[in-house]
């Protein structure tokens, strides 16, 4: 049995695998209200969370899976990227569960697990190597070239805030709170497909900038004079507003991806991290991918937010490439 422990941030998650790759047990719980009142995740209370749920969860999934519990032999554990504190806390859970159950110690990058969450339950024989990896998340816009498993590389990357930050803290802006992206969400939907007016027509990030990175910081400095400019005199603003907002993100990652596609020839990107459970990215994606013959997949919602599953899936994937435990520590800003 495998055993993961998820705390990068907010969520605390744990899972157990068995040695075929099957789910045994999923606990999840999200401190999401708790920070809601202050806009953003609270780093302090977040970790105090994960210091409270963690024996809890531990003892609810020993309750119901005792002799699976009992049967742990290696242990995963996200090391980063993340809150130092929340991480703190996992892993220290973490060494003390190796230490009692005499198992393995593996420290997981956070971001590896979002990147091969589309493909979970499959062997490494069934993931389509090489393929682009995009993990679009409330922290982290990264684009990794995988030519195999183990083998990844970062060819472009934020060079501020991440999507996920952008959308919670222009959802904020507006009065929405946090999080924001399902309520932006939302907004564009009522907004459907029909046209934005030229006034509410936001710029598509890093266009022409001839590399593989992504900026949002200076969309969201034009979203909010936008906000304070239009708002009042505008009826409708906010639907049509959160429609053109999101549009100029999607057009923004796509040409990154395409670009990518291109230069690489590569056709398969895996889209994961929190964003990958919009519904309009996932459509914009599928609409787009026609024109360049590419093949996007994604993780069921549920694992497209910070999960356990996605990590003891990545400790499976190692576990069948013989990959050892090495010594680590906390790494908050691994990429």
Partial sequence: MLLAIETSFDDTGLALLADDGSLVASELSSSVELHAEYGGVVPEIAAREHLTNLPTM????????????????AIGVTKGPGL??????????ARGLAYAFDAQLYGLS????????????????????????LVV???????????CFGESEVVGQT???AAGELFDKISQRLGYG?????????????????PTRGELELPVPMRDSGDLNFSFSGLKTA?????????REMEGFDAEFAASLMRSVWESIWLKVEQAAREYGISVISVSGGVAVNGLFRDYLSERRNERGLDFRFPAP??????????????????????????????SRLT
């Fill in 58 to 73: 531990l003892a609810l999934m020993r309750d119901k899976h005792a002799d699976a519990l009992a049967g742990v032999s």
């Fill in 84 to 93: 130092p504190g929340c991480l703190l806390a996992g892993v220290a859970f």
């Fill in 110 to 133: 956070h971001l590896e697990g979002h990147l091969y969450s589309p493909f979970f339950g499959r062997s490494l024989e069934e993931i389509p190597f090489p393929l682009l990896g």
């Fill in 137 to 147: 998340s409330g922290g982290n816009t990264v684009l990794y070239l995988v030519q």
């Fill in 159 to 161: 060079l501020d805030d």
């Fill in 178 to 194: 946090y999080p924001g992206g399902a309520k932006l969400e939302e907004l564009a939907r009522e907004h459907g497909s029909r």
């Fill in 223 to 231: 979203a909010v004079r936008m906000i304070e400019s239009r708002r």
């Fill in 302 to 331: 549920h694992l497209a937010m910070d999960n356990a599953e996605m990590m003891a899936y990545l400790l499976w994937l190692k576990l069948s490439v013989r990959e050892s435990p090495v010594p680590f520590d906390v790494e």
